[in-house]
């Protein structure tokens, strides 16, 4: 088992581009995009994240929400989740489950307990169990090579 991803600006990205279905853009694309609503002295080619066309945040500016770090950004995550199919919310909730359980030195959590055992660790696990709900089942394994 791989170790799990820590929280940051990695994570964020992931979850960014997996959970929410933003789509990064780089270079003369993401320049493009950019001189729409900034000053061409202004317009930025690192790279900015879109969905459906808008604009949603931009490497250079900084304005990538802080999902797994930090709380007021990964409460949206969760409640995102809460949007999903009733599949995609069970395998959220298991995620989570075990979220608590690895925290717990592998010692299973009862459901009351599951947010007081995250409590700090809350926006980094929410991210994470996103990442494994919306993962397609199995499909880590072939990807490993190990089916
Ligand atoms: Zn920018």
């Given at each position: 088992?791989?170790a ?22 780089r270079?003369?694309?993401a320049?493009k ?9 202004r317009?930025?080619i690192?790279?900015i ?7 949603m ?5 900084g304005d990538?929400?802080?999902?797994s770090?930090d709380?007021?950004a990964?409460?949206p995550v ?8 009733f599949?995609?919310?069970s ?6 489950t075990?979220?608590a359980k ?11 307990w599951i947010l ?10 929410v991210?994470?169990?996103?990442l ?9 394994h ?6």
């Amino acid at each position: 088992m791989t170790a799990p991803m820590q929280a940051g600006p990695e994570l964020d990205a992931v979850v960014s581009e997996r959970v929410f279905g933003w789509v990064p853009l780089r270079g003369e694309s993401a320049q493009k995009h950019n001189a729409k609503d900034l000053p061409a002295s202004r317009a930025h080619i690192e790279c900015i994240w879109v969905r459906r066309g808008k604009r949603m945040a931009c490497q250079e500016c900084g304005d990538m929400p802080s999902w797994s770090t930090d709380i007021a950004a990964g409460w949206p995550v969760f409640q995102h989740m809460m949007d999903q199919r009733f599949s995609v919310r069970s395998r959220f909730f298991q995620a989570l489950t075990d979220e608590a359980k690895r925290i717990s030195d592998g010692l299973e959590v009862p459901s009351p307990w599951i947010l007081q055992t995250l409590c700090h660790d809350f926006p980094a696990a929410v991210c994470r169990a996103a990442l494994a709900a919306v993962e397609r089942p199995g499909a880590a394994h072939r990807a490993r090579g190990d089916s």
